[in-house]
Nanobody, 120 residues
């Protein structure tokens, strides 16, 4: 019933940009917190950004703030992650997650991820 499907990943050169999409079904994104997380090879999963549209709030991992922007299109029930000035260390599988309230690694629903590879 609840489904999150990420798209938009791929191979990009350092300095380039990508926009990831997370299409949600089975719930309305404006009723939930929606987060982006990533996991690089050999690393723990980490938070990237979160959006709570009901209170018009966004949150970012401090080291990424300024390069990454989270947004939503509630009419399309979709959340986006705009990634600019990409660096090789941004290479990771990026996951979309949803929760009725919280934005952390224990969120209720997760997508399968989309791979972003940034070449030197």
């Amino acid at each position: 019933e609840v489904q999150l499907v990420e798209s938009g990943g791929g191979l990009v050169q350092a300095g380039g940009s990508l926009r990831l999409s997370c299409a949600a079904s089975g719930f309305a994104v404006d009723d939930y917190s929606l987060g982006w997380f990533r996991q690089a090879p050999g690393k723990d999963r980490e938070g990237v950004a979160c959006i709570k549209t009901s209170i018009n709030r966004t949150f970012y991992e401090e080291s990424l703030k300024g390069r990454f922007t989270i947004s939503s299109d509630n009419a399309k029930n979709t959340v986006f992650l705009q990634m600019n000035s990409l660096k090789p260390e941004d290479t990771a599988v990026y996951y979309c997650a949803a929760d009725p309230r919280y934005c952390d690694l224990s969120m209720d629903f997760w997508g399968k991820g989309t791979l972003v590879t940034v070449s030197s």
